[in-house]
């Protein structure tokens, strides 16, 4: 089955800086669309939401509340993802999870990781 292992989350003051990765293993019969890396996040009481992804061509996506501040990338494999989070705030602080889908459209999640932003 398709694994996502997710390292990186803790706990950071606001201004500093975080990085998350993901690595994905698959069974030999499955085929990844590795354009379609994303990390979404998910805070108490609220509905998740995708902050960051990669596209086939053009630049990444990024929600307009990260834009500016925090940064999409793969390793030259793709198998790995990074978020890069920079000058973090409080209202960052959520579980990070990241995703992919296969050719067949069908997503694969990570079992996400906390960041939490405080002083």
């Known amino acids: 089955q398709v694994q996502l292992v997710e390292s990186g989350g803790g706990s950071v003051q606001p201004g500093g800086s975080l990085r998350l990765s993901c690595t994905v293993s698959?069974?030999?019969?499955?085929?990844?669309?590795?354009?379609?890396w994303g990390w979404a996040r998910q805070a108490p009481g609220k509905q998740r939401e995708l902050v960051a992804g990669?596209?086939?061509?053009?630049?990444?996506y990024y929600a307009d509340s990260v834009k500016g501040r925090f940064t999409i990338s793969t390793d030259s494999t793709k198998e790995t993802v990074y978020l890069q989070m920079n000058s973090v705030k409080p209202e960052d602080t959520a579980v990070y999870y990241c995703?992919?889908?296969?050719?067949?459209?069908?997503?694969?999640w990570g079992q996400g990781t906390q960041v939490t932003v405080s002083s």
């Open positions: 995703n992919i889908y296969d050719i067949d459209a069908r997503p694969y």
């Open positions: 990669t596209v086939t061509s053009g630049s990444p």
């Open positions: 698959r069974p030999s019969g499955v085929i990844l669309n590795y354009y379609t």
